[in-house]
């Protein structure tokens, strides 16, 4: 290893008995995790102003819950609640916040790289043990996996002269990810994985947000290194474990998470006092392409077929890939007629499957919806983030026909606001004029 490095080493240590001597300050309150969060200045269902949370900061996470939204649906309850679930788990801002609110969280997660992202934010770790850890993993040289095989686009020399990332860059990744994968503890390898997933996307090609992956302008002449990926690693890991030492002992330490598809996951679930969730809305986009870059490089995708089985697991939100679209008819008088209009326009669309793929999806949250009122315990909330979506100019209003199917299935009451305006998209103009809204239903 090179001296500037081992230096850098050296250094990291010392930060560490710094914040070691640290750790026994008393607890940071929940208010003062929350001050950074920018409270009542942005929507509840937008995590931008807490992305630098502590824990949140892990991983860049745009379309996340305000930690406050959580906050605030917990408040809204006469007595403290004990329990809460989220059948679509994210990067794990309700089920962190529920710890700190002294809350038991259970969070179901199909994503396999955003599940371990949750559970390391809720582990409580042995500091030496995890640190000790660490430096095994910077410190060790190993051969990387040679006989991986990644999509044509990832490692140079790619497709079309275009690659998301050098050999030598890609070599560092996959030795790092095999020095993890030798560490003995369990919550430690997760850990440093999710820590190394952070640090793809920005050592790439390309950059990522909610309409796919671009590359960056400029790319070939600005390539990054294998060091800076070794110091971006470092940096990262720095911050978690600061995290970690100040805010690890939360008021509630145990937490539920699931692994898998939240439509059959929930038919087994003990009972809750209230669920708070943003399912994927009826847009058509594949949500597991945000993540394709960490999926494929930390190892949890091996092939096509494997991408395809996790695809299946999800909502059938999306026409990405050619899928079962059939459904039952729904008692849902707004769906049965935005599927007529829909269906009449199905020439103008860009996939004929969309007006039967936006039936399927309320086929799938009406089933979601039915495990969670067989979960709630009496007297308690479901409070979904929801979006409207539109295609050919004819509105979907998820809003409604989810408040219609909710009170065909019993619930109580349904209720709803808005949150925000969404901008349509380009085929659409543009315009802000699709609603986002939260939908309040009651056991």
Partial sequence: MAAPLRSLIANSKADFCKIDRQQNAPSVLMKDWLSASGSGSGPISSNQPAIQLPFQRWFKFKEAFSPQFIVDCAKSFKRKPRTCLDPFGGSGTSALTAQFLGIKPTTIEVNPFLADLIEAKLTTYDLESLKQDFFQVIERRTEALASEAFPATFIEPGVNDRWI????TAKRILEIRNN?????????????NVILGSTLVPNSNIV???????????????????????????????????????????????????R??????????????????????????????????????????????GNRALREETLRSHVQIKRDFSNDTLNSKTLKKTYRKIKALRSELWSSYIPEMICAYFVDMREIL???????????KAFLAVGNSQYAGVEVDTETILKELSLDLGFRTASSKPIRSMRASAQQGGREQLTESLVILGK
């Fill in 165 to 168: 990332f050098s050999r030598s």
């Fill in 180 to 192: 993890i994968s030798s560490i003995d503890s369990k919550t430690n390898r997760t850990l440093l």
């Fill in 208 to 258: 990522v947000n909610g309409k796919g992956r671009r590359y960056r302008r400029n790319w070939k002449t600005q390539e990054k290194t294998p060091n800076q990926i070794e110091l971006t690693f470092r940096r990262a890991f720095h911050n978690a474990f600061a995290d970690i030492c100040h805010y690890g002992e939360r008021p509630e330490k145990s937490f539920e998470l699931h």
């Fill in 260 to 305: 898998g598809d939240s439509r059959q996951i929930l038919k087994s679930l003990d009972s809750v006092d209230f669920a708070v969730l943003s399912p994927p809305y009826p847009n058509s986009f594949d949500y597991t392409d945000i993540y394709n870059v960490e999926l494929w490089m930390l190892g949890y995708l091996k092939s096509q077929d």
């Fill in 370 to 380: 039915d495990g969670i009122k067989a979960h709630l315990n009496k007297g308690g």
